[in-house]
């Protein structure tokens, strides 16, 4: 199986830059997923790393180390709307494509 | 196009009863997953299903069973319901023309079982 960490709580101000980070311990690995889930809501997707680097999109960055077992999700320009869980899945090779997720980071945005 | 629907958004059961959790997408999506979600364990996998008349059990499917007829549909049914299976589900759909295969969820059903 896979066995994904996550920090449980981060705190960030309204403006600023924040890193979430994942790490991870598989065999096979076959990419990994960034999700957004506000509190009562459905997960959303944000991203998707299955090469070492760096994705950008917008205000969110995703970055991935397949040597090192670990990945970011940078927030720039936090704004309140951003707080939320954020979710790190990993899939590994074996045909079903199915991810398992880590327990995921609360991130809460104050003025 | 509405994507992944689930009902009921919430039910109470009693311990022994049993229900049928529905999920339908319209999005011609071959993989479909259920999924669980309490507090402080993330999402857990149930069940999965990578084609019509496909299924397969995840980290957790004891007490649940769940069939693909169609690729429209796939219900998860609870044989009789505990209150360990107190949970909010999420039903979720992939393809490989989304990137990396990534899901899209269904709003999720709140159960409680007393």
């Known amino acids: 199986g896979q066995n994904i960490d996550q920090p449980t709580e981060m705190t960030a101000t309204e403006g600023a830059i924040v890193q979430i980070n994942c790490t991870y311990q598989t065999s096979g690995f076959n990419g990994l997923f960034w999700y957004q889930q506000h509190a009562g809501e459905a997960p959303t997707f944000l991203s998707y790393n299955v090469l070492d680097g760096l994705e950008e999109k917008g205000r969110f960055s995703s970055f991935l180390s397949r040597s090192k077992g670990y990945s970011y999700l940078l927030l720039k320009e936090l704004q309140m709307k951003d707080s939320a869980s954020y979710l790190c899945?990993?899939?590994?090779?074996?045909?079903?494509?199915?991810?398992?997720f880590g327990r995921g980071t609360s991130l809460i945005v104050h003025p | 196009n509405a994507g992944v629907t689930q009902t009921p958004k919430f039910q109470v059961l009693k311990t022994g009863q049993s229900m049928t959790l529905q999920c339908a997408q319209d999005?011609?999506?071959?993989?479909m997953s259920w999924y669980r979600q309490d507090p402080g364990m993330g999402l857990r996998l149930i069940h999965y299903?990578?084609?019509?008349?496909?299924?397969d059990q995840g980290e957790v499917p004891n007490g649940y069973n769940v069939s693909r007829s169609t690729t429209e549909d796939f219900p998860l049914r609870l044989l009789s319901a505990a209150p360990s299976q107190t949970s909010v589900y999420f039903c979720?759909?992939?393809?490989?023309?989304?990137?990396?295969?990534?899901?899209?969820f269904g709003s999720g059903t709140r159960l409680t079982v007393v």
């Open positions: 979720a759909s992939s393809s490989p023309s989304i990137e990396g295969y990534g899901y899209t």
């Open positions: 299903s990578v084609g019509a008349g496909i299924t």
């Open positions: 999005m011609n999506h071959e993989y």
């Open positions: 899945a990993v899939r590994v090779r074996g045909g079903s494509y199915i991810p398992t």
